[in-house]
């Protein structure tokens, strides 16, 4: 129960701070409103936790195995983040309330978190930190995949409903071009590390 609760603190405290999905959900408050993006939250809240429970039976031990299709899942990752960034900046007011725009679909933002690098250092951080050897190791799985199941609602929901909240402030075409260029720039900022480690991973005489 004890390991239970720290997994539960770790998980709280790594879903609840900015990133890519946070930043992306609330970005869809603002940009559409908390009915049109439940598909996008709970593409995260879902896809999310599955996808630490796959790193955790196995999906760790193969990308251990090819370094090089982690890379390659990394770099994609990175670029479609990028190409999400200026989505976001170059998002236009009147193209969102003619309906031309569409949040993201459940589909996409579960799938979304196996390119989130923030989602990845969450995952084999969890698995790596909170199972052993001395236990048995599919439960330790199960109750990480819980863990991050039972915060993911309401942590990834208080960015949603923040953004819907603003929505009523943005009212106008320009502080809702502010808002987005701001989100944008914060989610370059957020993939900047990244984008710094593959510069360095690819500069190296190893590689």
Request: positive net charge.
């Amino acid at each position: 129960m004890e390991i239970f609760l720290a997994v539960l603190f770790f998980a709280f405290s790594t879903t609840i701070t900015p990133g890519p999905n946070n930043i992306m959900i609330m970005s869809s408050g603002v940009n559409y409103g908390v009915k049109a993006s439940l598909p996008h939250w709970l593409g995260i809240c879902l896809g999310f936790p599955l996808m630490v429970l796959l790193v955790g039976l196995g999906f760790g031990l193969v990308f251990d195995r090819y370094p090089h299709l982690h890379q390659l899942i990394k770099v994609l990752g990175t670029a479609y983040l990028l190409y999400l960034a200026w989505k976001i900046a170059s998002a236009r007011p009147e193209t969102i309330a003619t309906g031309k725009s569409k949040p993201l679909n459940f589909w996409q933002a579960a799938a979304f978190q196996w390119v989130n690098g923030k989602a990845w250092v969450m995952a084999s951080g969890a698995v790596a930190a909170f199972t052993s050897v001395t236990g048995v190791y599919w439960w330790q799985v199960l109750m990480i995949t819980l863990a991050f199941l039972l915060v993911a609602f309401p942590c990834v929901g208080v960015w949603m409903l923040f953004g819907a909240g603003l929505r009523k402030l943005l009212n106008n075409a320009v502080a809702q071009r502010i808002f987005n260029l701001l989100m944008a720039l914060i989610l370059l900022l957020s993939v900047l590390p990244v984008v710094i480690e593959i510069w360095q991973y690819y500069l190296s005489p190893a590689q």
